[in-house]
């Protein structure tokens, strides 16, 4: 069975949190015009979102980061939504000269060597070039959704990030199995790495697929304790999540 058949379920209050969702789309872009971004992560989630953007025409640019260890299948949905949606993804990413200078310091396995060469992998390929997908914006776009950790438990809609910047999450009260029935209805593209039981998808070497019972985010750096599963893009400076270079969360 592939995810659709698993996840998809229609709930008695979908249509009020689409209705919620893409609202919250179109204000933050009338009030943020020309200064908002979707910064995808290329899941389930951000292809909703990505969806609801480019299906209701809302002026929201679309970014996502290139981190160079993403899988073949998430590299390939890069072309698949500019083919689907006519839309050009700005594509953010490291700084080659700081991805061999750690390399060469700590090898390609230093993220399963220490919690602290893992945090600063995440720092150069995914916090460094955030902030230039960030830079001179005032506000920008998430998947976050409550139900994805206790981390995430109080994720609210809208929010200011530790920089200033707006950040909205228009899916915080999306179930699974609401993403999927959005997915399932508007025929949606996605990872097909989501039909082999890969739930959250980050880079190759520190995602696993997951087995029935364990949590959302268990296939995200397994070897580590549950406390420090974050890369770092969504924590505050009173949650440090990474120790970098040149980054920001």
Not at 68 to 97: C, N
Not at 112 to 130: D, F, V
Not at 207 to 233: N, P, Q, S, Y
């Amino acid at each position: 069975m592939g995810a659709i058949e698993l996840y998809a379920r229609h709930t008695p209050d979908f249509a009020a949190k689409l209705a919620h969702a893409q609202a919250l789309l179109q204000a933050s872009a009338n009030e943020h015009a020309g200064s908002i971004v979707q910064a995808t992560s290329l899941g389930a989630e951000d292809m909703v979102l990505t969806d609801l953007i480019a299906r209701n025409g809302i002026q929201i640019a679309v970014g996502t980061l290139e981190t160079g260890m993403l899988h073949d299948e998430t590299v390939a949905l890069i072309g698949r939504i500019e083919a689907r949606y006519g839309l050009k993804l700005e594509v953010y990413r490291p700084v080659a000269e700081s991805v061999v200078h750690f390399v060469q310091r700590n090898g390609d396995k230093a993220m399963y060597q220490s919690i602290e060469l893992r945090k600063q992998c995440c720092g150069i390929r995914k916090l460094e070039p955030l902030s230039r997908m960030l830079k001179g914006r005032s506000a920008w776009v998430t998947g976050l959704r409550r139900e994805q950790s206790a981390n995430r438990g109080e994720v609210p809609f809208s929010e200011d990030d530790d920089k200033g910047l707006v950040k909205l999450n228009p899916l915080a009260d999306w179930t699974w199995n609401d993403v999927w029935h959005y997915i399932a209805t508007y025929d949606v593209p996605y990872n097909p790495l989501h039909d082999q039981f890969y739930p959250s998808i980050g880079c190759a070497p520190c995602t696993r697929a997951i087995a029935v019972g364990e949590d959302f985010r268990a296939g995200r750096w397994w070897w580590e304790d549950e406390k420090a599963k974050e890369c770092g893009l969504h924590v505050t400076e009173e949650q440090p999540a990474v120790s970098m270079i040149g980054a920001r969360a």
